[in-house]
């Protein structure tokens, strides 16, 4: 039986994307549509590869390299989680490369378009293995650069530079708290490995104090990547300017890996004093900002935007249980209703633009897109019998366990206001009368993949065991 080590996975999704960026160099004269494809056989290869792995790499030694990169069970699943949604996004891409192509500038550029989410996926794939504070800085500058590209990436589009340029300063701003967090973590301990940190903390020898402060500090780094109040004011314009595939990939991508590290690092913190009360506290203002603030939205990329506050808000509910379970599914389920929601977004827009209002009359148009975008709303909204329905349902069912009283309450009035700014975007389409612009056409593959996204929504709101299952350990 073959058997592959845990970090092959990130060696050949790094060469693979390293490889593409090389021929694109060289092969100027070939249909750049090429190499999405070939990013996208190579990436489900390895996904493949992933469920093959060799007993030694997952059994965590405790020497070398294995101080820096874990294989358990959480950074497995996760890997797989980065290939999918990285395949999904370079679907997106293919369905973007008419608007790319509409700038001149970027026509020869697109090979790099295509292998940048390749370098993107193997730093976030190294990211959730990552159990040293060393390797966690060096994975998420590998993501936070290469995503610096892509939001940036339509040169002449004044929008998406300034989104690229708020990208760049709030997210070296956001790694200068991280890695001072860690020097002063650094200075109390002397570690950097996470479990000799949790071991230094719980020995009562330290300045707790100090300890904390650095704690804090980390936090507000990881804040900002996770789009948590108040470090997500990059989130609207941002995600407004960027190329819809690459907003995706932050929207679910990103996100991820960020709540994993997050999960990881709070491990250790949660034993310093007053640091679960302010998580607390933080999920609260997240929720709350990210749902009243997506109440007046008319655009639907900005919609979605202030959608990821809120739903980062959720998602911290289940971090201040301390619930890795609820938190694991809650993203799944986000994986599948972001995803669905933009590559639908990134069609329609071709034709109309990025308005709810372009959506009007979608129904009579487009009839299965517009089934599409229902079932993505009311998973995002968390309508019974979606995915996004038991996200929230086992997040709150986490913070009743723990008597977290404030975060359920807030929770329960704040879905409420998800139900009013998602289901504008259903009224557009059942309801509003549209212009006849005409039918709308949907490539196989893209059909395909929306296909297997609305199955998986629904089939993960009936019947969660699977993900439960691969969850246990």
């Known amino acids: 039986m073959i058997a592959i080590p845990a970090p092959h996975l990130e060696i050949d999704v790094l060469v693979l994307g390293i490889a593409i960026l090389l021929v694109e160099t060289f092969a100027a004269k070939i249909d750049k549509k090429i190499f999405a494809y070939a990013g996208i056989v190579g990436l489900a290869v390895v996904l493949i590869a992933s469920f093959f792995l060799s007993p030694e790499s997952t059994a965590q030694p405790a020497t070398g390299f294995w101080n820096f990169y874990t294989a358990d069970p959480l950074s497995i699943f996760f890997k797989r989680f980065m290939l999918v949604t990285t395949i999904v996004v370079l679907v997106m891409m293919i369905d973007y490369t008419p608007v790319l192509r509409s700038a001149a500038d970027h026509a020869p550029n697109l090979g790099e378009f295509f292998s940048l989410p390749l370098l993107t996926c193997a730093g976030l794939m190294y990211l959730v293995s990552a159990i040293d504070f060393v ?38 701003l956001s790694t200068a708290f991280l890695v001072y967090g860690i020097t002063w973590i650094f200075g109390v301990t002397g570690e950097t490995n996470l479990q000799r940190i949790a071991a230094a903390f719980s020995s009562g020898k330290i300045d707790n104090h100090a300890a904390t402060f650095g704690a804090v500090l980390v936090l507000v780094g990881l804040g900002f990547k996770i789009a948590a109040v108040p470090f997500q004011m990059w989130v609207p314009d941002v995600y407004q300017g960027a190329p819809t595939p690459v ?173 009013y700014y998602y289901l504008k975007v259903v009224r557009a389409m059942y309801w509003q009368p549209g212009a006849n612009n005409g039918a709308i056409t949907v490539t196989n593959l893209s059909r395909a993949v929306i296909t297997l996204l609305i199955i998986a929504t629904i089939l993960f709101g009936v019947y969660p065991q699977p993900i439960l299952n691969a969850l246990k350990h």
């Open 135 to 172: 390797f966690i800085f060096v994975s998420l500058e590998l993501v936070t650069i290469s995503f610096f590209v892509l939001v940036s990436f339509p040169r002449r589009n004044p929008i998406a530079l300034e989104a690229g340029i708020k990208y760049l300063i709030l997210g070296a």
């Open 247 to 419: 907003t995706a990939f932050l929207s679910v991508g990103s996100k991820a890996a960020g709540f994993v590290v997050l999960l990881r690092v709070l491990q250790p913190f949660l034993m310093l004093p007053n640091i679960e009360r302010l998580i607390v506290l933080i999920a609260l203002l997240t929720v709350v900002y990210g749902n009243l603030a997506a109440l007046p939205q008319n655009n639907l990329k900005r919609l979605l935007g202030y959608s990821s506050i809120a739903h980062a808000g959720y998602l911290l509910i289940g971090v201040a249980c301390f619930d890795g379970r609820a938190v694991t599914f809650y993203l799944v389920a986000y994986l599948l209703m972001t995803l669905l929601s933009f590559a639908i977004l990134i069609i329609v827009a071709q034709q109309t633009g990025e308005e709810i209002s372009s959506f009007d009359g979608l129904a009579k148009r487009a009839p299965f897109l517009a089934f599409a975008m229902l079932i993505a709303m009311a998973s995002l909204a968390g309508v019974p019998f979606t995915a996004g329905f038991f996200g929230k349902f086992f997040i709150f069912l986490s913070a009743v366990g723990q008597k977290q009283t404030a975060l359920v309450a807030v929770g329960i009035v704040t879905v409420a206001c998800g139900f």
